[in-house]
């Protein structure tokens, strides 16, 4: 082992209570521990997995202390050092972050890492915050918790949008984000968060808080709005075709976000699963995700080869990811080649004024016209 630094940077997946799976945790930290044993010279581990509170002091140290036969402090030092990337950016928050925290066992090990941020960044070392172990575990957590709350919140905001007449949460959004206490940052009203990080972290911190003895209402009633978003939209369709049978619903997008194959999480697939519960026909477009997709639905839905071919014939559109080349839509390449020309615009990336001189336009947050 001739390295100085080991970073932790397995998965947390959830289990079906919501909380994290710590198996890849015992077992690297076990494989640590076990090569830590062969050497003499100190050593720091910092553990960049998201863990709960508590996982480093009481999982990982004594796991790594009783392999190894060494001790923390004395041959080998100990960080929680959570990082903040988002998918299909990572390079670009590795070079540039927002803040590093480091969370410490011990001065030493607090000292050492931060030494290589610095020698890493230079000139450009992002604001540095030191805390203890247990307390730099839960800002990872309260993070990612306060920015999905915050998109149940401009969703409530939405819904509530959508029934006043000629309300539209794009500019409530805005006019709040100019607020500098709020910022218009994670304020885009849509089908609700997703992916691999947001609903995993909040299933996490709401169980982990039930554990301590707390229950988290205000989590809890973030995680029921996002799980409403994805009916809400249902709902929208069947207002517009009143029976969902052997309707044909084109899906314009399935990851979770552009310009990335990740389907974790993503809305389309609760959405795909009413519309299918309803019988609805489904015929779905996206740039990248057919394979992951298909082994998803098992053969339940048919794919397009192109946005247009997507559209022939179909009944209703939702657009579900925001792919540029669906900004690139026009209202005429609806009109043109569907039954019904009825779009759900899930994302608000399609100008309504627009799209509604033209065809039936419904959108989240977006009250309906008198």
């Not at 076990?30 to 581990?45: N, R």
């Not at 790594?64 to 100990?78: N, Q, V």
């Not at 969902?244 to 084109?250: M, S, V």
């Not at 048919?302 to 247009?308: D, K, M, N």
Request: proline fraction near 5%.
């Amino acid at each position: 082992m001739n390295s100085n630094l080991s970073l932790i940077t397995v998965g947390t997946p959830s289990q079906p209570d919501g909380s994290i799976d710590q198996r890849s945790i015992r077992l690297v930290s076990t494989d640590l521990g076990e090569a830590l044993k062969e050497k003499s010279e100190y050593h720091l581990i910092a553990v960049k997995s998201t863990v709960i509170p508590g996982t480093t002091l009481n999982i990982i140290k004594p796991t790594i202390e009783e392999c190894s036969k060494k001790k923390c402090g004395l041959h080998f030092g100990l960080c929680a050092n959570p990082e903040f990337l988002r998918e299909g950016n990572a390079i670009e928050d590795v070079m540039n972050p927002d803040r590093i925290i480091i969370g410490e066992y011990d001065k030493k090990s607090g000292d050492l890492l931060e030494d290589l941020y610095q020698q890493f960044h230079r000139e450009k070392t992002p604001p540095i915050l030191r805390t203890n172990i247990p307390t730099a575990e839960l800002i990872k957590y309260a993070n990612n918790a306060f920015l999905a709350t915050k998109i149940s919140f401009i969703n409530t905001i939405a819904n509530i949008c959508e029934k006043i007449p000629g309300a539209d949460v794009t500019t409530v959004a805005k006019g709040i984000g100019l607020d500098q206490r709020i910022n218009p940052r994670f304020l885009n009203a849509g089908l609700g968060y997703e992916g691999s990080c947001f609903p995993k972290d909040v299933d996490a911190l709401i169980a982990f808080s039930k554990q301590v003895g707390y229950k988290p209402v205000l989590l809890q009633s973030a995680q029921k709005v996002n799980e409403n978003q994805v009916k809400r939209v249902v709902e929208i369709v069947e207002e517009e075709l009143e029976e969902l049978e052997e309707k044909r619903i084109a899906i314009l997008g399935l990851s979770f976000k552009p310009s990335t194959d990740d389907m974790r999480q993503a809305r389309s697939i609760p959405i795909i699963n009413k519309l299918l519960e309803k019988g609805a026909d489904i015929i779905a477009y996206d740039p990248v995700v057919i394979q992951k997709a298909n082994n998803i639905f098992k053969g339940n839905i048919r794919y397009a080869s192109s946005a247009i071919e997507c559209l022939r014939d179909a009944d209703c559109c939702i657009l579900v990811t925001e792919w540029e080349e669906f900004k690139e839509l026009k209202p005429e390449d609806f009109t043109e080649n569907m039954r019904q020309p009825i779009l759900m615009d899930g994302r608000r990336i399609c100008n309504a004024t627009e799209y509604r001189k033209k065809l039936i336009f419904r959108a989240i947050g977006l009250g309906q016209l008198t």
